[in-house]
């Protein structure tokens, strides 16, 4: 598998040193694990902030991409909105912002993100990427409201190649400010997900952007998770700009908006509850953007599809109570 000219981990680092710098500022803790990692603790016992979920996004990109948190949202309602661009938009959402290294034991469960996961490759997509990172640090981004077992450490230095005093675990738990904010911050990823599960070449995307408002925290994991979804799958807006014909640009907008989904229509918490509490019961083609912009590159023409629905966010986000 050959390596890209630069390395997600690498670029991350600065930020990461920024981060423990500014820990106080920030309201995060800096801790050292048991095992020997150092542990960055942005809400679970410290309270967090928006701004250092805004870093940890940066962070979760790779160092290769940019948060930007602005009252430019189109939503009456809810005028915070969460921007997200990325220098290659593939590389920084799948190859590290992507949720996709699942991580258990001792009671523990948690799925880590970030630039750490390109060190372990442990997950078939790299090799649709063609990448692996080569670094001597790792940083890893845990949605969780617990520290994670010596165990699971271990695991992680080891897949990854590096000493345990060499990784950087940043735990943000769903409800926090951070864990919002960093959340929501994976709109532009949700859509590249989604377009790799039409099947879409993913070497055949040239950039893109997205953006989507920034919701309240919930009052407890269940609804602050569905009001993070909720915020992407009916705020939530891509741009992908694309190699091709406009026959391929125009199918791959329609298919992409989370509307294109049967299980579209309800607050995610109301789907999950209904679904017995079970996400392999719910659509996975509903994980998308509410309104997608595609562009054929070559020919400059653009094909939009999906909507906002302010009234659905309305219901998620519980405006007037």
Request: net charge negative; hydrophobic share 45%.
């Amino acid at each position: 598998m050959a390596s890209l000219p630069f390395s997600v981990n690498r670029l991350a680092a600065p930020l990461v040193h920024a981060l423990v710098a500014d820990a106080a500022m920030l309201r995060i803790g800096v801790e050292q694990h048991p095992a020997g990692c150092t542990v960055i603790d942005a809400g679970i016992d410290r309270p967090g902030s928006l701004e250092a979920g805004r870093r940890i996004a940066e962070i979760c990109l790779g160092g290769a991409g940019s948060v930007r948190i602005a009252m430019d949202s189109p939503f009456v309602h809810w005028p915070a909105q969460v921007t997200v661009t990325a220098a290659d938009s593939v590389l920084a959402c799948l190859g590290s912002q992507y949720a996709g290294w699942s991580l258990s034991g001792e009671k523990f469960s948690a799925l880590g993100s970030g630039p750490g996961r390109a060190l372990a490759v442990k997950e078939p997509l790299f090799a649709e990427l063609g990448y692996r990172d080569m670094a001597d640090r790792a940083v890893l981004v845990l949605e969780t409201d617990k520290r994670p077992p010596v165990s699971v450490v271990e695991k992680v230095a080891r897949d990854c190649g590096v000493p345990a005093e060499r990784v950087t675990l940043i735990l943000t738990p769903t409800r926090s400010p951070a864990g919002i904010v960093q959340i929501v911050a994976r709109v532009l990823e949700v859509g590249l997900h989604k377009l790799h599960a039409l099947n879409f070449p993913l070497e055949r995307v040239r950039d893109g952007i997205g953006c989507a408002p920034l919701p309240p925290p919930g009052r407890d994991f269940v609804q602050a998770m569905g009001r993070t979804n909720d915020a992407i799958l009916f705020g939530g807006t891509v741009h992908l700009l694309v190699d091709g014909p406009d026959d391929d640009a125009a199918d791959l907008a329609a298919r992409l908006p989370s509307s294109a989904s049967a299980d579209y229509g309800r607050p995610f918490a109301d789907l999950f509850a209904a679904s017995g509490f079970d996400f392999f019961k719910i659509d996975p083609m509903l994980f998308s953007p509410a309104r997608v912009i595609v562009t054929a590159f070559e020919s400059g023409r653009s094909f939009s599809a999906g909507a906002l629905a302010p009234a659905l966010l309305d219901r998620s986000f519980g405006i007037g109570g």
